[in-house]
């Protein structure tokens, strides 16, 4: 029993022991597991500096109810709309980089230490020993500062243009820097065209600049930095010829690369699989037709082989994506086919770009239907995790998606495909926020149209807002979805998402709205129905500005009004109350009022609706709004205001409608005094509805008077 | 079956369009607010309408091309013949297929089939073409149903109507939806479930039903190349590092949580790596051996005074260099030598004083 205890003790201490020891003497590892005595410590696994916190990151799940983590974790601070949370990040970022210019700017404080001793007081010091290459200042060049090639060398390595070709400048041009440096700069020039590229250190503005660089034209700068170090070369070794043929053929400078491919080739100059590959991207700007251009790429990689080049996977990706510029047709879709077919004789498995560009080459908007996806997704999903291999795999997804959901309408495909990106860390390959945008504009398109609802409801509520904020469009989608699903309480949440999300002021958006909820409406239990009065009173009142506001900010654009048809929808979901204390009532007076100044566009499309409202409001005792209702209906011209102001009239004084109608056939004179103002306004109305005109010369009179008595006749009645 | 089916739905919602229309013109046409003055036309009887309208007729030059569309949306019926609706000029071809195919709308439906066609007819060749012979096939149509129908398609039309009359479209439309989803409601999940496909499958008619699976492997190889010894001719190291860079750049997101943070930071060597070494940058300390660090007093060889205040004050400055962590060997050499180089500008006063002599002497007789 002790010994049992004691012995692993000591065990443990031996190894502990033993494993201190190879580490201190110079760092050995034990190489064999097996060692005499029948102990076998495992192996010592090498681990990378990030290795453990990847792990540790791995364990973190994401949280779809919680915003993203560079956002702050503050109710008051969660962006929930596209604008602000662009906004919102590009502030954290412009705040890292104003205090990166401070640094930069102002270098000197902090490169002193007075208290050194003097022997090490070094010019210029940075603030830690030894020093943190990230923390100190960039070095600014300009023509004053005193230059090396360790300066130069520095500035290739962090691809900072700009800078490499001043100090290039200062230490004498081509002619004074050493052979080794001027190849490593041409090469840096060619790779980017002598423009500076994005910087590695500001990753949210890479992320929110949907950077659309790849313009397919020729941008090659003719006679430019390049051109010249190439020509003061001399001789001129394989490497230069390929960094130039490659740089221009990136460029899509064809006939100049061709030209200088021939004289390589006449030379004797050893190319390579990268030289091709260039070449073969840019087959498009040399010949015109496709039996051409599919000869040349036939020809290129025929020559390839001659010269006794392997292709690699960017071979492969690089011929898809010169089929694929070249439009579509069975032609080249054969051509395409029997190139994926050639390249797997030799192993060489397409890579996510080279799907990329297939599904660009069969998946056309208009043409007939092609379903490659679904072999694509199969080879995808037997692979442990999908390794980017150039920076056109991010465009798979995005295109993928966009084929699920229009090309092929299938949620099951894109269901699969989302699957897919979710995997491991596959949801790097997403590229940027533009990016993703559109691939869950796709996907929340394609769930809404063809998902079972409750479906679509989770993803909803998986996705939005922080993941993903609809656009209008989606959103339109979605309310589609919600009002053939018939959820009256989500669409009443669908008017505060659009009002969170910045499109309540979006007309038709809110018109759209409002339609769903007029169908749904009827059905719904009444704790939903009260939710979406709620929601419709809101629509009325949102976006109004008092009348100060109005003077003191000076519209310009002017507001986007409601149609009536919106605005009498809204009167017909609030005024469904039997309370006349209800404070809807109010919203239906406001927006009877609007009608009537013409605040809202067209005329409602269903005036029925109007007079039931106006026969309920008689009956609940709200002659005001009876009045005003019927009113507009008869200024309107539509025929329903006469039935009705006889109705209404009718529940106004409590007599049979024979008996108002006789009443009404007198005429004005009889009427005026012995009426509430109100019935004598709906007896205005009826009047006017059946002569197409205001018969009596006190129409203004009357008009005002509805408008004015409308408060006190619902206050006192 | 299916296309039975279709025809029936699509039949249902003409009719709900027709149904729908009449409502509000049963007594008097909505006026818009734009021309209250405009006579009142309800009063007026039948004859002079129909008059009217054929004035109308005649007077009208073309259809317009956005009503035109509009309708043949409203009616999928005549979908199927899209393509003809291009060719504006031949209009007795579309009357042809349009009548053919109300023909066999109205078969397919049973029932009074002559009533059914004019029907169709009236609502879909009230505008193509008014001076083609089936006019009066047409009017005769409109007779037996609703005489007022073709006077307010005839009319200009205002806001308001254009706008009613995209309501009753869309209601037509989700009325049907909600009459299926109510059906599934009755009869529980199997039904709601069929409901769903309805929906599912109303998109059908716009798309091209077949979709051809390719298999990407498929096809033919070219036989060019031949597997053997890969060789990827001429390395450009520069470059490759640039695209190295370009697809990190390409892949590389804003962290999402603190680990992920603290590894971007390690990678940008703003923070101590994993494992923590607190030699992490001292990289080139490593080949040394520690007892280069410790033992200084080598360095005093050939210089110092064997004994004396000197020696005494430069073994105290080895022992405090030999426990400074932080200076490198060669740092810990030059702080001695700036000791021997002070001590050499001052010789003339420290012989004077005596504290040097003795190793004066030795060191020359080393020296010669």
């Known amino acids: 029993m002790y010994s049992n205890v004691i012995v692993p003790r000591q065990w443990t201490r031996f190894a502990c022991?033993?494993?201190?020891?190879?580490?201190?003497?110079?760092?050995?590892?034990?190489?064999?597991?097996?060692?005499?005595?029948?102990?076998?410590p495992p192996p010592r696994k090498p681990r990378g500096p990030t290795d453990i916190l990847q792990a540790l990151a791995a364990?973190?799940?994401?949280?779809?109810?919680?915003?993203?983590?560079?956002?702050?974790?503050?109710?008051?601070?969660?962006?929930?709309?596209?604008f602000r949370k662009r906004s919102y990040a590009l502030s954290a970022e412009a705040g890292r980089k104003a205090a990166a210019w401070i640094r930069d700017e102002h270098a000197e404080l902090f490169t002193t230490r007075e208290w050194d001793p003097p022997s090490k007081n070094k010019t210029p010091y940075f603030n830690a020993d030894p020093i943190i290459e990230a923390?100190?200042?960039k070095p600014i060049y300009n023509d004053a500062s005193k230059v090396t090639e360790e300066d130069l060398k520095y500035t290739i390595q962090n691809a900072l243009i700009d800078d490499s070709v001043t100090i290039f400048q200062l230490l004498g041009g081509a002619s004074a820097v050493s052979d080794e440096l001027k190849l490593q700069l041409l090469q840096l020039l060619c790779f980017y065209n002598e423009k500076e590229p994005d910087s590695m250190e500001w990753l949210e503005e890479r992320w929110f600049a949907a950077n659309i660089r790849d313009r397919q034209a020729a941008t090659w700068k003719i006679g430019g930095l390049a051109d010249q170090i190439f020509e003061s070369m001399d001789p001129k070794t394989p490497e230069a010829y390929c960094a130039m043929i490659q740089g221009m053929a990136k460029y899509y400078q064809a006939e100049r690369a061709h030209m200088l491919t021939t004289e390589a080739k006449e030379k004797g100059i050893p190319l390579s699989t990268g030289v091709y590959n260039s070449l073969i991207g840019c087959v498009g700007f040399l010949r015109e037709g496709t039996a051409l251009r599919i000869e040349t790429l036939r020809s290129l990689l025929a020559e390839m082989h001659e010269q006794g080049i392997s292709p690699n996977d960017e071979?492969?990706?690089?011929?898809?994506?010169?089929?694929?510029?070249?439009?579509?047709?069975?032609?080249?879709?054969?051509?395409?086919?029997q190139i994926v077919a050639e390249f797997k004789r030799l192993d060489i498995q397409p890579g996510l770009a080279a799907y990329y560009y297939l599904l660009c080459l069969f998946c056309k908007e208009r043409g007939p239907r092609f379903d490659i996806l679904s072999t694509i997704l199969n080879e995808l999903e037997q692979k442990e995790h999908l390794e980017a291999k150039e920076?056109?795999?991010?465009?798979?997804?995005?295109?993928?998606?966009?084929?699920?959901?229009d090309h092929l309408q299938n949620i099951t495909m894109a269901e699969r495909l989302h699957a897919l990106l979710m995997k491991g860390d596959n949801y790097k390959l997403v590229g940027d926020a533009y990016k993703e945008s559109i691939y869950y504009r796709h996907y929340v398109t394609v769930a809404c149209r063809h998902a079972p609802f409750e479906k679509t409801l989770e993803l909803l509520d998986t996705l939005v807002p922080n993941v993903y904020v609809p656009e209008p469009t989606v959103m339109e989608e979605i309310i589609k979805t919600l009002e053939v699903g018939g959820a009256g309480d989500r669409l009443a949440q669908a008017w505060s998402q659009l009002v969170v999300f910045g499109h309540g002021k979006r007309a038709r958006l809110v018109e759209r709205l409002l339609d769903a909820m007029i169908n749904t409406y009827q059905g719904q239990e009444e704790a939903v129905k009260s939710k979406m009065r709620a929601a419709a009173a809101d629509m009325l009142s949102f976006g109004q500005l008092t009348p100060e506001e109005k003077e003191v900010k000076d519209i310009r654009s002017p507001v986007q009004k409601l149609s009536a048809t919106a605005v009498c929808n809204i009167i017909e979901i609030c005024s469904d109350t039997q309370d006349k204390a209800d404070p809807h009532w109010k919203s239906v007076e406001e927006a009877l009022q609007r009608l009537r100044k013409e605040e809202a566009a067209g005329v409602p499309a269903r005036p029925q609706a109007l007079a039931d409202v106006a026969k309920k409001a008689a009956t609940v005792g709200l002659p005001g709004i009876a009045a005003t209702a019927v009113t507009y209906l008869a200024e309107c011209g539509f025929e329903e205001a006469m039935p009705a102001s006889v109705q209404v009239l009718g529940t106004m004084l409590n007599r049979p409608e024979q008996e108002v109608e006789e009443l009404l056939s007198q005429g004005q004179t009889g009427l005026t005094g012995s009426l509430h103002p109100a019935a004598m306004a709906v007896a205005e109305a009826y009047s006017i509805a059946k002569t197409g005109g205001p018969i009596s010369q006190e129409s203004e009179r009357s008009s005002s008077s509805s408008d004015s008595d409308s408060d006190s006749s619902s206050d006192d009645e | 079956m299916l296309t039975r089916l279709r025809f029936r739905r699509d039949f249902r919602l003409i009719v709900r369009c027709l149904a729908d229309k009449p409502s509000d013109s049963d007594g008097k046409a909505p006026e818009s607010k734009a021309k209250p003055a405009e006579p009142q036309k309800s009063s007026d009887n039948a004859t002079e309408k129909i008059q009217e309208l054929l004035k109308?007729?005649?007077?009208?030059?073309?259809?317009?091309?956005?009503?035109?569309?509009?309708?043949?949306?409203?009616?999928?019926v005549i979908q199927r013949k899209k393509k003809s609706d291009e060719i504006e000029v031949k209009t007795e071809q579309i009357e042809e297929s349009i009548t053919k195919a109300a023909g066999d709308v109205a078969q397919a439906l049973g029932g009074d089939v002559k009533q059914t066609e004019a029907e169709l007819l009236s609502r879909v060749l009230g505008k193509i073409n008014q001076t083609s012979t089936t006019l009066s096939d047409l009017l005769v149509g409109m007779k037996i149903d609703r005489s007022k129908e073709p006077e307010e398609r005839q009319k200009p039309e205002t806001r308001g109507q254009q706008v009613k009359r995209l309501m009753s479209q869309s209601k037509s439309e989700t009325q049907q939806t909600r009459y299926s989803q109510r059906k599934g409601r009755a009869a529980g999940g199997e039904q709601k479930a069929e409901g769903r496909d309805e929906r599912s499958r109303r998109p059908s008619p716009q798309q091209p039903t077949s979709v051809t699976t390719v298999n990407i492997f498929s096809g033919e190889p070219l036989g060019i190349f031949r597997p053997k010894e890969s060789n990827y001719g001429t390395k450009l190291d520069v470059w490759e590092n640039l695209q190295q860079r370009e697809l990190t750049l390409a892949t590389s997101q804003p962290p999402v949580n603190y680990f992920q943070k603290m590894a971007l930071w390690t990678e940008q060597g703003k923070i101590w790596k994993f494992p923590i070494n607190n030699e992490q940058g001292l990289e080139e300390e490593q080949n040394v051996h520690f007892s280069e660090h410790i033992f200084l007093d080598s360095h005093l060889e050939g210089w110092c005074p064997?004994?004396?205040?000197?020696?005494?004050?430069?073994?105290?400055?080895?022992?405090?260099?030999?426990?400074?962590?932080?200076y490198t060997v060669k740092e810990k050499k030059d702080h001695i030598m700036w000791y021997k180089e002070y001590f050499e500008s001052k010789k003339d006063i420290l012989s004077e004083v005596g504290a040097w002599e003795t190793q004066t002497?030795?060191?020359e007789a080393k020296q010669s």
Not at chain 1, 17 to 40: A, F, H, T
Not at chain 1, 63 to 81: F, M, N, V
Not at chain 2, 56 to 76: G, R, V
């Open chain 1, 17 to 40: 022991l033993c494993r201190s020891l190879s580490s201190v003497e110079g760092q050995k590892l034990p190489q064999n597991s097996k060692s005499s005595d029948g102990i076998s």
């Open chain 1, 315 to 337: 071979t492969l990706s690089a011929c898809l994506r010169s089929l694929s510029a070249w439009g579509g047709g069975k032609l080249l879709q054969q051509m395409a086919l």
């Open chain 1, 59 to 82: 364990t973190v799940g994401t949280d779809p109810t919680a915003a993203h983590y560079k956002y702050h974790d503050d109710p008051y601070l969660i962006p929930l709309s596209n």
């Open chain 2, 56 to 76: 109308l007729m005649m007077a009208e030059p073309k259809i317009k091309e956005s009503e035109y569309k509009d309708k043949f949306a409203s009616a999928p």
């Open chain 1, 391 to 405: 920076p056109a795999d991010t465009n798979f997804f995005i295109t993928a998606m966009g084929v699920c959901s």
């Open chain 2, 361 to 363: 002497a030795g060191a």
């Open chain 2, 306 to 326: 064997k004994k004396g205040p000197i020696r005494h004050f430069m073994e105290l400055v080895c022992v405090g260099l030999s426990k400074n962590a932080f």
């Open chain 1, 135 to 137: 923390f100190a200042p």
